[in-house]
């Protein structure tokens, strides 16, 4: 399954590592110096320059800046989940 981050990317979900509030970035003082490493790196992409960062999403290669709520994010790929599990299971006790 994929998870749409915003404008024209999207990740497939089994390469995302975890979604983080973009607000985490001032308030901890670790997440800051990661974020700084990973810019320094040219590791970072964001999806749309002119909406607000909401969330970012860490993978193993990069951190992707994303207009879409972290929240919103993570209901997705849950929803998305569920919707296969629901299919997989019905194809199990159907004749």
């Not at 970012?56 to 998305?80: C, E, G, H, W, Y």
């Amino acid at each position: 399954m994929f998870l749409h981050l915003g404008s024209e990317k999207s990740l497939l979900n089994k390469e995302i590592i975890g979604i983080f509030d973009y607000n985490l970035i001032k308030k901890s003082r670790i997440t800051k110096e990661f974020m700084e490493i990973i810019t320094n790196e040219g590791a970072m992409e964001q999806t749309n320059i002119d909406k607000k960062v909401k969330s970012f999403i860490v993978t193993k290669d990069k951190v992707f800046l994303s207009p879409i709520s972290s929240l919103t994010l993570q209901k997705r790929i849950l929803n998305a989940a569920y919707q296969n599990e629901q299919e997989n299971s019905e194809g199990i006790f159907s004749d």
